[in-house]
């Protein structure tokens, strides 16, 4: 195994000496002979240079690079008059919703207060179906004791009517 802290010169060229620990640091960071992006790579410039040739790149390609940006700043505009078009659109959509939500709510209290004046029908009625009931068994006690004290009385006087010859067509 080699010794980290060894002092190294850039395997690049650049003439850097460093641990050796600290090369994929130098190669990545420092090194003025590691191949680097043009900054203007997302826009469209495809160049790939040494970086310390990257300033020379960019002093001889600043109208090109211009031209990228104001070309990127176009299609962003079209971007951005689409995307505002869209934000009208939901914004017109979202006061509808909201009208259409205020209505509902609206029509949802009017139907909540109908259903408290039913609740309030309903208890009213339960109350007069067990009052009825409660006088309907009251009746109907009353009437089968008076049924059956009728049906006493009657066979009582069928007795006496029997006692008496009546019911024979006799006489006495």
Same mark, same amino acid.
């Given at each position: 195994?080699?010794?980290?802290?060894?002092?190294?010169?850039?395997?690049?060229?650049?003439?850097?000496?460093?641990?050796?620990?600290?090369k994929d640091v130098h190669l990545a960071d420092?090194?003025?002979y590691?191949?680097?992006k043009c900054p203007f790579a997302k826009i469209g410039c495809p160049t790939e240079v040494k970086a310390k040739d990257l300033p020379?790149?960019?002093?001889?390609?600043?109208?090109?690079?211009?031209? &990228?940006t104001c070309n990127r700043m176009m299609e962003y505009e079209n971007v951005f008059r689409k995307m505002n078009a869209k934000i009208d659109a939901v914004e017109?959509?979202?006061?509808?919703?909201? $009208? $259409? &939500?205020?209505?509902?709510?609206? +029509?949802?209290?009017?139907v909540a207060a109908g259903v408290r004046v039913n609740e309030k029908k309903c208890t009213s009625l339960s109350k007069d179906m067990k009052h009825a009931e409660s006088y309907m068994?009251?009746?109907? +006690?009353?009437?089968?004791?008076?049924?059956?004290?009728?049906?006493?009385?009657?066979?009582?006087?069928? +007795?006496?009517?029997?006692?008496?010859?009546?019911?024979?067509g006799e006489k006495k």
């Open positions: 195994m080699e010794c980290g802290y060894k002092v190294i010169s850039c395997p690049l060229g650049c003439s850097d000496t460093f641990p050796r620990n600290r420092a090194c003025s590691r191949i680097v020379d790149h960019l002093e001889q390609n600043s109208s090109s690079h211009l031209l &990228l017109k959509e979202n006061l509808y919703l909201k $009208q $259409q &939500l205020s209505a509902s709510i609206d +029509k949802l209290g009017t068994k009251t009746t109907t +006690k009353k009437l089968n004791d008076h049924e059956t004290s009728t049906r006493s009385e009657f066979v009582k006087l069928y +007795k006496h009517l029997t006692i008496a010859g009546v019911l024979r």
